[in-house]
Each structure stands twice: as C-alpha cells, then as structure tokens.
C-alpha cells in the first residue's frame, strides 16, 4: 500500500511490514485503516534525533483506549516506508 504523507511524499508499507508490527505491537491490527490519516494529517510530526530521515507521525484518538495516540515511524529517501507504528 502506498500513502501520501503531509509532505506530499509517498510512503509504502508492505504486507511483510504489517505482519512484524502487529507481531510487536498487536494492539495496532485494527487500526490499519488510520494509518493514511496519521501521515497525511498528523497532529504533529517529529524528527528522529539519531536519524534525521526517520520522521514520528502522531496523531491522537478519542477512540483508543479512552484516548491515545497512534504514532508511525516512517524512514524517507529514495524509497520511504513505514518503520513501525504504535
């Protein structure tokens, strides 16, 4: 799948990449569908201070668990992806 993130960049998250992030963070399988509205609406974004091309997209839910953030960690480059998301 593929998303436009605030940015305009295109962002890809494999099949292979979902099924690592639900194995490490299961409590994120039914959010899938809100990770295109974190990243191309996001509450904030912030810069990795150890790699400057690894951005955290939050955005905050009333929904989850009585309020949370969902929170994507997308790499950018040539071919930017989702790293994680919790």
């Known amino acids: 799948m593929l998303i436009t993130d605030i940015f305009k960049d295109t962002i890809e998250i494999t099949d292979e990449r979902w099924r690592h992030i639900i194995r490490e963070h299961p409590e994120v399988d039914s959010y899938k569908e ?12 912030k810069k990795n201070k150890r790699d400057m091309d690894v951005l955290f997209y939050y955005k905050f839910y009333d929904d989850i668990f009585d309020g949370k953030y969902l929170l994507v960690v997308a790499k950018k480059g040539l071919r930017s992806f989702i790293l994680s998301c919790y």
């Not at 809100?34 to 974004?45: C, F, G, M, N, T």
């Open 34 to 45: 809100r990770i295109q509205e974190v990243l191309s609406a996001p509450d904030y974004v």
